[in-house]
């Protein structure tokens, strides 16, 4: 059962930066980054940013040029870095990963393509 530990979420002011990290407990072919807003647990979590093993990395357009995903293959570890960060941006963000072929399946930003999720870090930022 992989297993995923994400790190580095908080609080920070607008225009502020966060790095958040997930390492995996091993191998994966891609992994990615959703979040999910307070107040719609209800719906589906949005895919922010994913990374496959090729290095091809995908971004939601809410974040492109904001945010970057990277990844350091040895650690089996993920990173996202938030820069310019605004307040809509609050959000609990999941780390998540899938071991079930190379390639995103749907895109890479789609809940459903993801088998391993982990528990989640709070991202606030206040204006």
């Known amino acids: 059962q992989l297993q995923l530990v994400e790190s580095g979420g908080g609080s920070v002011q607008a225009g502020g930066s966060l790095r958040l990290s997930c390492a995996a407990s091993g191998f994966t072919y891609y992994m990615g980054w959703f979040r999910q807003a307070p107040g719609r647990e209800r719906d589906a979590r949005e895919g922010v940013a994913a990374i496959d093993s090729d290095g091809i990395t995908v971004y939601a357009d809410s974040v492109k040029g904001r945010f970057t995903i990277s990844q350091d293959s040895a650690k089996n570890t993920v990173y996202l870095q938030m820069n310019n960060l605004k307040p809509e941006d609050t959000a609990m963000y999941y780390c998540?990963?899938?071991?079930?072929?190379?390639?995103?399946?749907?895109?890479?930003?789609?809940?459903?393509?993801?088998?391993?999720w982990g528990q989640g870090t709070q991202v606030t930022v206040s204006s």
């Open positions: 998540a990963a899938d071991v079930g072929s190379p390639g995103f399946t749907l895109g890479g930003l789609n809940e459903e393509e993801y088998m391993y």
